[in-house]
């Protein structure tokens, strides 16, 4: 059973920066989709960003584009979700997410939380105007 484990969350001013990690372990990098979500207080969980290991561009949600970057440091299995221009609408419990692939490639499932088998306990993102 695949382990995610996140840190990097906390509380930052608006237009500030955070960068999220999350430790990977016991998973075989096998053509998977990996992905950030988050869940703000009153909505559902949504996808922000998500790769696929099998190589090709990064997805992004719209509300997130051009300021987060998602990455993946095969060398220490970690995955990473760095967060520039944050906004208060961007205040939310933060998860990373892993598929038991293989898979073809990730496309329109990449932000769909059924996708996904592994998921870790979250960390919060605070943002204040």
């Known amino acids: 059973q695949a382990q995610l484990v996140e840190s990097g969350g906390g509380s930052v001013q608006a237009g500030g920066s955070l960068r999220l990690s999350c430790g990977v372990s016991?998973?075989?990098?096998?053509?998977?989709?990996m992905g950030w979500f988050r869940r703000a207080p009153g909505k559902e969980r949504e996808g922000v960003a998500a790769?696929?290991?099998?190589?090709?561009?990064?997805d992004y949600a719209d509300s997130v584009k051009g300021r987060f970057t998602i990455s993946l440091d095969l060398a220490k299995s970690t995955l990473y979700l760095q967060m520039n221009s944050l906004k208060p609408e961007d205040s939310a419990m933060y998860y990373c997410?892993?598929?038991?692939?293989?898979?073809?490639?990730?496309?329109?499932?990449?932000?769909?939380?059924?996708?996904?088998?592994?998921w870790g306990q979250g960390t919060q993102v605070t943002v204040s105007s």
């Open positions: 997410a892993a598929d038991a692939g293989p898979r073809a490639y990730c496309g329109g499932i990449r932000f769909l939380n059924a996708a996904y088998n592994y």
């Open positions: 016991v998973y075989s990098y096998r053509n998977n989709c």
């Open positions: 790769l696929y290991t099998g190589g090709g561009p990064s």
